[in-house]
Every structure is written in structure tokens, then in C-alpha cells.
């Protein structure tokens, strides 16, 4: 399918077509893999923007990369955007098209042969469907790289999130006076999820007190809080402290891709996001 000629074109349905192909082209690679079990998919319902679909995208570029370094590739660098208050879905469109790229590069290096089917338009689609689909890859993506989110994966995306929250109070020129909390041995990932959504609900309310549209990210709750539920919740942290960094101008400040860590356990991302809701609290507007 060619590309559309303008981002007006471009559609949240427009969007999900591409991250169909996507999914087929993880079918195929699993099938080449003898993998014959699917991921568990909890689907999402709630008013997702396009900045949390792109984060969403990132988490997908990432496990591909770790699909390349399994199979004896080189690593890629990630692609990022520089913070926007409002991503357009052109930018979410284009980031598909880096993917299924990447897709067809590791089918050829692999010697695998098979192709996706043809594409299927559908029509009534919403970032939530987009951004539901590429969790799904990012589900599956794990089973082919056999690396599930662990809390060497949280621990990479808490120092991003304490970067950028340090950036805001620098630019602000706060007195920052504040120190790491006591490490807690015994941290569960559901104190690092409730410590996590502390954060984002004061990242929301310096959102609105500026304007800024909030999502309603409750649904991320689990029953039962994994590691992985940490992650998703922090790529939306990251996704939304963008907004407040468009908003302060601080544009040419573009947040890097992850680090990669290792031994890390949930006392140690605790630590960090419990440092990150003490520092973004020095923060009372932005205005």
C-alpha cells in the first residue's frame, strides 16, 4: 500500500492496518521458530492518544532489536522523536513502516521466505485499537526472544523517567535538595506499580493546570501486578512527561533510548521511581 500523500490522511484506522501486518509478520517468524503457543493479550479500554501508541511502537522496536542480537545481528539504534505536546498519527504510521522495514530485513537474513498476506482495510478505528495490536506484538515478540519485561527492563525505563523529570526542575531552576528513598529489600512490583501511578497522577495534574489533555490510565491496573505491568504503565510516564517538556520548550531535549541493566531487582526501581515522584513534586507549576 503507498504511502498517503499528507499527514491529513493519515487515520487511527489507517494505523491498525499497518500494525495487522505487523502481527502477521510475528506469525511467520514464530511459525518459523516452532512456536506454537500464543501471548496471554489483555486488551485495553480507555482514551489512548497518539503519544502513548508511539511509546507503545518503541517498546516494539526495542524487542525487535533483541530479536537481531538473539540471532546474531547487530543491534540497531531506536528510533525517537523529539517531545511534541500532540503526536500526529502520521508519526505512529511512519514508525510501522520502520518496523515491517526491520521485518522484512531479519525474514531475509533468516532465509525465510514466507510473506504476509495482503492487507485489510478497516474502518472505526481508535489509538486504543493501534496501540492494543502493537502490545500484542510486543506479547509475542517475547516469546520468540524468550525474554520476558524483568526488572532489569523497569529499572532501564526509571532512569529515563528520573532524567527527564531532573531536566524540568534544572530548567525550572529549582533547589533540588532531594535524596534516593531508603531501599526496601522486599519491594513487590505492585509498590513499584502504586509508586509508579503516583507519578504519573502528579505528572497529570501538572498536565491540566497548562491545558494539557489527560488519559484515564486506570485500566492498567492488574489484580495480580507483574513486572510487565510496571513496564506499560512507565511507558506512559515517559510518554507523558513529552508533553510537559514540549510545553517548557525543552524540544531539542529528546528523551534516549533505554540502557540496558542487568541484576537488577524490584527494591532497586522502587528506589528510583520513589526518587523520581520526590523530585517531579518540587515542580508546583509550570506556568
Do not use: C
Not at 27 to 47: G, L, P, Q
Not at 78 to 99: A, C, F, G, M, S
Not at 155 to 164: E, G, N, R, T, V
Request: hydrophobic residues 40%.
Amino acid at each position: 500500500m503507498p504511502l498517503k500523500s499528507t499527514a491529513a490522511e493519515i487515520a487511527s484506522f489507517d494505523v491498525y492496518t499497518e500494525a495487522m501486518q505487523i502481527l502477521k509478520e510475528v506469525e511467520i517468524i514464530k511459525k518459523h521458530f516452532k512456536i506454537k503457543t500464543s501471548a496471554e493479550v489483555r486488551d485495553f479500554k480507555t482514551n489512548i492518544q497518539p503519544r502513548n501508541v508511539w511509546q507503545m511502537s518503541y517498546a516494539v522496536y526495542y524487542k525487535l532489536n533483541l530479536l537481531r542480537k538473539k540471532n546474531g545481528l547487530p543491534g540497531l539504534s531506536i528510533p525517537i522523536i523529539e517531545p511534541v505536546i500532540n503526536v500526529d498519527p502520521v508519526l505512529v504510521y511512519e514508525q510501522t513502516q520502520r518496523i515491517l522495514t526491520e521485518f522484512s530485513i531479519f525474514k531475509r537474513r533468516m532465509g525465510i521466505t514466507e510473506k504476509a498476506t495482503d492487507r485489510q482495510q478497516y474502518s472505526d478505528k481508535h489509538p486504543i485499537d493501534v496501540f492494543n495490536r502493537l502490545h500484542q506484538v510486543f506479547l509475542e515478540l517475547e516469546l520468540v526472544t524468550e525474554q520476558t519485561v524483568t526488572p532489569d527492563y523497569t529499572f532501564a525505563q526509571s532512569m529515563i523517567i528520573l532524567d527527564d523529570i531532573s531536566l524540568m526542575v534544572n530548567e525550572l531552576g529549582l533547589n533540588d535538595s532531594t535524596i534516593p528513598p531508603k531501599r526496601l529489600p522486599d519491594a513487590t512490583p505492585k509498590e513499584v506499580f502504586d509508586t509508579t501511578y503516583a507519578l504519573m497522577e502528579y505528572v497529570q495534574k501538572l498536565q491540566k493546570s497548562v491545558g494539557i489533555e489527560t488519559v484515564d490510565f486506570s485500566v492498567f491496573r492488574a489484580e495480580h501486578t507483574k513486572p510487565s505491568d510496571v513496564f506499560n504503565l512507565q511507558l506512559m510516564v515517559i510518554s507523558e512527561l513529552q508533553t510537559l517538556k514540549a510545553y517548557l520548550k525543552l524540544n531539542i531535549y529528546i528523551t534516549p533510548a533505554a540502557k540496558t541493566y542487568k541484576n537488577k531487582i524490584p527494591a532497586d526501581v522502587l528506589q528510583l521511581m520513589g526518587w523520581s515522584l520526590l523530585r517531579i513534586q518540587l515542580i508546583k507549576t509550570i506556568k
